[in-house]
Nanobody, 111 residues
Framework: QVQLVESGGGLVQTGGSLRLSCAAS????????VSWYRQAPGEQREFIAT???????NYAGSVKGRFTISKDGAKNTVFLQMSSLKPEDTAVYYC?????RGQGTQVIVSA
């Protein structure tokens, strides 16, 4: 069974950067789009970014210009480079693909 595993979260100060990774146990990413979402405590899940199999990308307005989604097809991994982080970016970040979702990785941005 294909699994998605996120990593790279942590604690960072305002203005800092983190790179999240989403690794797949299969070759889904070469065929299907991959998206990142986040969910803060007490909040609805929020779409962050998506990358298609062909490499086209789309971003939520709240992160556009600060976050970059990319992928390494050979490693079946999708990345989310996050820069200029703000406290409101604090959340659990998930990657999704074809209805699958990883366990999430926690990002905490301190003021």
């Amino acid at each position: 069974q294909v699994q998605l595993v996120e990593s790279g979260g942590g604690l960072v100060q305002t203005g800092g950067s983190l790179r999240l990774s989403c690794a797949a146990s299969g070759t889904l990413f070469s065929v299907y789009a991959v998206s990142w979402y986040r969910q803060a405590p007490g909040e609805q899940r929020e779409f962050i970014a998506t990358i298609t199999s062909g490499g086209s990308t789309n971003y939520a307005g709240s992160v556009k210009g600060r976050f970059t989604i990319s992928k390494d097809g050979a490693k079946n991994t999708v990345f989310l480079q996050m820069s200029s982080l703000k406290p409101e970016d604090t959340a659990v970040y998930y990657c999704t693909c074809l209805g699958l979702r990883g366990q999430g990785t926690q990002v905490i941005v301190s003021a």
